[in-house]
């Protein structure tokens, strides 16, 4: 890894804030500034010696990242969501398992259910239920609450991968199958 830093701050010219090892690649390194960070992956990528290259890429454009259409749009209702959890924030964290919100209501005049605008991927995401759950900071008991969940309109969509989506391996998680680690201990 020390190799690699002094690559950046000395050949390079860029300074390092900090490094460490990634299961998703060979390291993460924060420069000192976006600027120099970008100019890094626009100039990728960077011979290190005749041997080994380095590409540098954005933190969230690793090996790991998958295209996710959120192609399809629905009403969803939430019936007797919790009133001290009807926030933004919250509704936005219960909806981001399966999709997006568009818009949400929440009518004065029934506060027992919310109406929401989604952006979904595959309507059979959606549960058939969700559990709101709020921890004690006394002792260890907290309180949940489960809210039924309900697709309104019309649900016959063509749930298919798009074609240039991988398809899950029968036998497994194979991301890590084409990786290389660089182990520490290789040189002592």
Known sequence: ?????NYFEEERHVRVLSS???MLGLYLIQFHSPVARQAMVNLSSHQLDV???I???EHDRGINLRNCPFTRTCWVMFLAFPLDFQTRD???QAVG???TIITWTSNSRCKSRLLLRCKVTLVRRIPRSLLVCEGNTRGNNGSSWIV???VLGPTQFADEFGADEDQIPPNGNQLLENAHFLNDNQNQ
């Open 20 to 22: 460490y090892l990634s």
């Open 90 to 92: 919250i509704i936005t």
């Open 97 to 99: 398992h399966f999709g």
């Open 55 to 57: 590409v540098v890429q």
């Open 148 to 150: 039924p969940v309900f």
């Open 1 to 5: 890894m020390d190799e690699v830093v």
């Open 51 to 53: 041997v080994c290259e």
